[in-house]
């Protein structure tokens, strides 16, 4: 096939905290680069996922949950989801079939207006549904935008995701091949290691942590004498009480974050590893731009 019949494309992936972007694109990578949480507001980063198909190559952009903001890394968040939809060739506007429409979905329609390229309805969980529901979901978004193409899915399940991801390959523009065959994400290993760290940290404290916890990794080292990665992090959190529950009685919950961080990362690296967790308080960081700034969150981008 000669390169003229070969197409490209950057797609955003929007829609409210929560409606499964992150569970999207790990299925349709088939590796975890994004991390899931029940918690709103997961991805803080916009997070490039890679699909190299024999005739597309398809680069898919996880942004964070557009929200009404309460704090700068909030603004940050919606700032970066926001300066996305400007710069790629097709959006996939997701939606959570469960929840139906909300004030959410109409902030985000109002943002997608000015957006030139193709908008995708993509209305995920419809697992959750009953079917005679989703006909009444899809008269009602339909009134509401002017979308391109409108494909129910189930992100967890995969049904239908191999048809969207036809659909919209048949709207990208001719273009080359961006990244290697083999190439997943453009992050670095170091910010994917920090972030199922994190993952780990929401998803074993529950409700007792918000989000105000970030993760900075000190230092990667490889040793080959030990075909061992030595991997040594910071949690950070706003408060000492947060400290606390975080460590746990005796370590108890730093180990099983490690235990269970450890377990992906190997997966992710393919060899074994060695992490060393530290806890530490940063008051009010999420208001402080110096802090953003060093924890990986660089508005001056935009």
């Known amino acids: 096939m000669d390169n003229q019949e070969y197409r490209s494309g950057f797609i955003a992936i929007v829609g409210r905290p929560n409606v499964g972007k992150s569970t999207f694109m790990n299925h349709v990578i088939g590796q975890k680069i994004a991390i899931m949480s029940d918690k709103p507001q997961t991805t803080r980063n916009k997070i490039q996922g890679v699909l190299t198909k024999k005739d597309a190559q398809l680069i898919f952009i996880d942004t964070p949950g557009i929200h009404k903001p309460k704090h700068k890394l909030g603004d940050f968040m919606v700032k970066t989801a926001e300066h996305t939809l400007n710069e790629v060739d097709a959006v996939l506007f997701m939606v959570n079939a469960e929840e139906g429409y909300g004030a959410g979905d109409q902030y985000i329609i109002e943002r997608l207006q000015s957006v030139k390229n193709p908008v995708f ?15 009444g979901l899809i008269d009602q978004y339909r009134g509401k935008f002017d979308f ?6 189930s992100a967890l399940e995969g049904n239908n995701v191999e048809h969207l991801l036809e659909v919209v390959t048949g709207y990208l523009p001719e273009g080359p091949q961006y990244y290697p065959e083999d190439q997943i994400t453009d ?19 529950r409700e007792e942590i918000p989000h105000s916890i970030a993760v900075v990794i000190d230092s990667i080292e490889a040793r080959e ?3 061992v990665v030595y991997v040594q992090a910071t949690i950070i959190t706003e408060r000492p009480s947060q400290k606390g529950i975080i460590i746990g009685k005796q370590g108890s919950m730093l180990k099983q974050v490690g235990k269970m961080a450890r377990e992906d990362i190997e997966a992710l690296l393919g060899s074994k590893i ?19 700034r060093e924890y ?3 508005q001056d981008e935009y």
């Open 296 to 298: 990986g969150f660089n």
């Open 274 to 292: 060695y992490l060393e967790l530290w806890v530490k308080v940063q008051k009010d960081w999420r208001n402080k731009m110096n802090q953003l």
């Open 121 to 135: 309805l993509v209305i995920n969980k419809i697992d959750q549904i009953h079917p005679d529901k989703l006909l």
């Open 148 to 153: 391109a193409e409108i494909v129910p899915i």
């Open 187 to 205: 992050h670095p290993e170091r910010f994917i290691i920090s972030e199922l760290i994190r993952e780990k940290v929401l998803h074993l404290t």
């Open 225 to 227: 004498d030990k075909k």
